[in-house]
């Protein structure tokens, strides 16, 4: 695994996707787990709006549940990218200590997350284009803000520049993996209809879902990232080693 994931040859779209799912099928429920911490507050907000009685209470819940996730998402998104870098280095994954990271890179990865998603929005407000372009200069910025020593300016910055030459793949990749997540998310969202919107399955197949669609598009990134600076910059597994001990 260390050898495909830190290898200099240019990635494609295919080889990017064949390399996301070998990974996440290898250490599926590590990866499921830490993935379901991540978007556990939107499972709960799938469940909670079934027991909503009128527009205040699901507004309530819906904004209660953003503002939870963006706690649990950002963390469980650097809890990835340690789990891609374990597997990098043929370990087993410890969830756990994953997490911990995730968590104890909080502050700076809610900083990225915040200032990228609000350059993004205003970029599809200005006619679409100048969004799409703004989320696939930022694309990197989360795992480098993760793995690197820089501010959030800076991390807005270095991602923009490692992603150059790379946009098209990033753009496959993640329309591919959005796709898919689209797809399970609307089937799953029909099942919770026909059955009667239960709470509790609702909360359950949400939960697992998102977990699992969600934690595929982590790891996506987290891969791309590793990548793409082993094409740019040679760096192999020992250069970042220290990063998340």
């Given at each position: 695994m260390e050898a495909?994931?830190?290898?200099?040859?240019?990635?494609?779209?295919?080889?990017?996707?064949?390399?996301?799912?070998?990974?996440?099928?290898?250490?599926?429920?590590?990866?499921s787990l830490i993935g379901m911490v991540a978007f556990l507050p939107l499972a709960l907000m799938t469940a909670s709006q079934a027991l909503a009685q009128n527009l205040s209470m699901s507004v309530g819940i819906t904004v209660a549940g953003l503002l939870v996730l963006l706690?649990?998402?950002?963390?469980?998104?650097?809890?990835?990218?340690?789990?891609?870098?374990?597997?990098?280095q043929g370990r087993p994954i410890d969830v756990g200590q994953c997490l911990a990271t995730g968590f104890r890179k909080l502050p700076r990865t809610i900083g990225v997350m915040f200032v990228a998603s609000l350059l993004t929005t205003l970029g599809f407000f200005a006619l679409i284009v100048p969004g799409?372009?703004?989320?696939?200069?930022?694309?990197?910025?989360?795992?480098?803000?993760?793995?690197?020593?820089?501010?959030?300016?800076?991390?807005?910055?270095?991602?923009?520049?490692?992603?150059?030459?790379?946009?098209?793949?990033?753009?496959?990749?993640?329309?591919?993996?959005?796709?898919?997540?689209?797809?399970?998310s609307l089937a799953v969202g029909m099942l919770i209809v026909l059955l009667g919107n239960q709470p509790v399955l609702s909360f359950a197949l949400s939960l697992i879902i998102n977990g699992i669609t969600g934690g595929l598009g982590i790891v996506a990134a987290g891969l791309i990232y590793f990548?793409?600076?082993?094409?740019?910059?040679?760096?192999?597994v020992d250069a970042i080693a220290a990063v998340f001990d």
């Open positions: 495909a994931i830190f290898s200099r040859e240019r990635p494609t779209v295919g080889s990017m996707l064949s390399l996301t799912f070998k990974l996440f099928s290898q250490h599926f429920v590590q990866l706690f649990t998402f950002p963390a469980g998104y650097a809890a990835t990218l340690n789990a891609v870098f374990q597997a990098a799409i372009i703004a989320y696939l200069a930022f694309f990197l910025s989360v795992p480098v803000v993760a793995v690197e020593d820089v501010t959030v300016g800076g991390a807005l910055s270095r991602s923009s520049e490692l992603i150059k030459g790379f946009r098209g793949m990033a753009f496959g990749t993640n329309f591919v993996l959005g796709l898919i997540s689209w797809c399970f990548v793409v600076r082993a094409n740019k910059e040679s760096i192999g």
